[in-house]
Each structure stands twice: as structure tokens, then as C-alpha cells.
């Protein structure tokens, strides 16, 4: 069974940066995708962003431009470097894997709160 575990949230003010990692840890998908959800206070869980087994990765709109994924291989640890956030940024953010990316995931972190201040 895969294991991952969020570190990196925080409290920060609008316009600021965070860095979240996921270190992905277990048995291996033999194909897989890492992404990072997010879910804020009365809105619906969303895709923040993936990377699949070709490192091709994907952002929704809302955070092109300002959020970079991006993995370290050998550390086994998927990154989300957050910058220019917004008070719409506010969520519990969860790294994620499943076999391919275009299905719903079958594994979750325990999430990592981020909350961003106007």
C-alpha cells in the first residue's frame, strides 16, 4: 500500500509563497500519477495539479503561473512550490496517487492545512 505524507502548509499573507512536500513512500503503481487536491472552507474538492509516469504535468486554470510541481526521483518526494497566493488559495491540501490521471485517486495524505490571509 502506498504511503504519502504532506509537510509544507502554513499560514501566510496574500502575495506570499509555500512549499509543499509529499513523501511517497510503499509499494509502488507500476503506472502511476502523484497530484496534489485541494479542498477549501465550503467548496468542492479540486485537482491542483499532477504529474504523470512520462513527467508530463498538468495545473488547473486557477493556479497556472503561479504553482510549480515538481518531483525529486531519487528522494521519492513530490513538491507543490506555491507563490503569489491568494486568499482563494485557503484550502487543505492533500497529495494523491493513483494508476493513471485521469481517474479519481485510490490513495491520500492526511492533508497539510494552507491558509492565506488577505
Known amino acids: 500500500q502506498v504511503q504519502l505524507a504532506e509537510s509544507g502548509g502554513g499560514s501566510e499573507q496574500a502575495g506570499g509563497s509555500l512549499r509543499l512536500s509529499c513523501a511517497v513512500s510503499?509499494?509502488?503503481?507500476?503506472?502511476?500519477?502523484l497530484a496534489w487536491f485541494r479542498q477549501g472552507p465550503g467548496k468542492e474538492r479540486e485537482g491542483v495539479a499532477s504529474?504523470?509516469?512520462?513527467?508530463?504535468?498538468t495545473y488547473t486554470d486557477s493556479v497556472k503561473g503561479r504553482f510549480t510541481l515538481s518531483q525529486d526521483y531519487p528522494k521519492n518526494t513530490l513538491y507543490l512550490q506555491m507563490d503569489n497566493l491568494t486568499p482563494d488559495d485557503t484550502a487543505m491540501y492533500y497529495c494523491?496517487?493513483?494508476?493513471?490521471?485521469?481517474?479519481?485517486?485510490?490513495?491520500w495524505g492526511q492533508g497539510t492545512q494552507v491558509t492565506v490571509a488577505a
Open positions: 494523491t496517487t493513483m494508476r493513471v490521471c485521469q481517474i479519481a485517486p485510490n490513495f
Open positions: 510503499g509499494p509502488g503503481q507500476r503506472t502511476y500519477c
Open positions: 504529474i504523470d509516469n512520462y513527467r508530463r504535468i
